[in-house]
């Protein structure tokens, strides 16, 4: 069945790099845009970035663009989310999601989350 | 603060049926046929229910239906059963800069 599996949460300080993983199976990996999305108390659900089945595309929200940079393994069915120069309002439940090659705006299939904790 | 507005809270008993509703703007739920929703049990991955405002994925129940008019979308649930009982989100594609908007989520509790 389809599986996406994130891990690389941590607690950091404010400032320093982090690089999410998540493990997708259960399905032809090339095939299918991938998403970064986040979850907080404060401020919800908040998409962070999309990369395409090939890689050649990617879109970042605001909020992270110049800090955050999504790639992908296609060998390694993984997509990963590089941060840098964290911030304390990065702190969050960082999910991966799949989107049907011909509906980019559909999370289609989650993964269960990590969290991220940035505090000094 | 979330793009889109949601009510925080809805409840029903066993049975009957409840609408959240899903503000938006001419530029997101208003201007594209692009609304998703999803249901979220803590601690387990986020679930699609709805997508393109009306599609229901396979495997997801009939008990579930979306709507919209104008700038606002509406996920009812009928049948209201106990597994029920999760966070709620809307989500809709954007003109703006930032693709892909979010509403806060509404708590659906089964009395």
């Known amino acids: 069945q389809v599986e996406l599996v994130e891990s690389g949460g941590a607690v950091v300080q404010p400032g320093m790099s982090l690089r999410l993983t998540c493990a997708a199976s259960g399905f032809t990996f090339t095939s299918y845009p991938m998403h970064w999305l986040r979850q907080t108390p404060g401020r919800g659900l908040e998409w962070v970035t999309i990369?395409?089945?090939?890689?050649?595309?990617?879109n970042y929200a605001g909020s992270v663009k110049g800090r955050f940079s999504i790639s992908r393994d296609n060998s390694k069915d993984t997509v990963y989310l590089q941060m840098n120069t964290l911030r304390a309002e990065d702190t969050a439940v960082y999910f991966c999601?799949?989107?049907?090659?011909?509906?980019?705006?559909?999370?289609?299939?989650w993964g269960q989350g990590t969290l991220v904790t940035v505090s000094s | 603060q979330s793009a889109l507005t949601q009510p925080a809270s809805v409840s029903g008993s066993p049975g009957q049926s409840i609408t959240i509703s899903c503000s938006g703007t001419s530029s997101d739920v208003g201007r594209h046929n692009f609304v998703s929703w999803y249901q979220h049990h803590p601690g387990k991955a986020p679930k699609l229910l709805i997508y393109?405002?009306?599609n229901r994925p396979s495997g997801v129940s009939n008990r579930f239906s979306g709507s919209k008019s104008g700038n606002t979308a509406s996920l009812t649930i009928s049948g209201l059963q106990a597994e029920d009982e999760a966070d709620y989100y809307c989500s809709s594609y954007t003109s703006s800069s930032a693709l892909y908007v979010f509403g806060p989520g509404t708590k659906v509790t089964v009395l």
């Open positions: 999601a799949r989107a049907p090659d011909s509906r980019w705006h559909t999370f289609e299939t």
């Open positions: 393109d405002v009306t």
């Open positions: 990369i395409s089945g090939d890689g050649s595309y990617e």
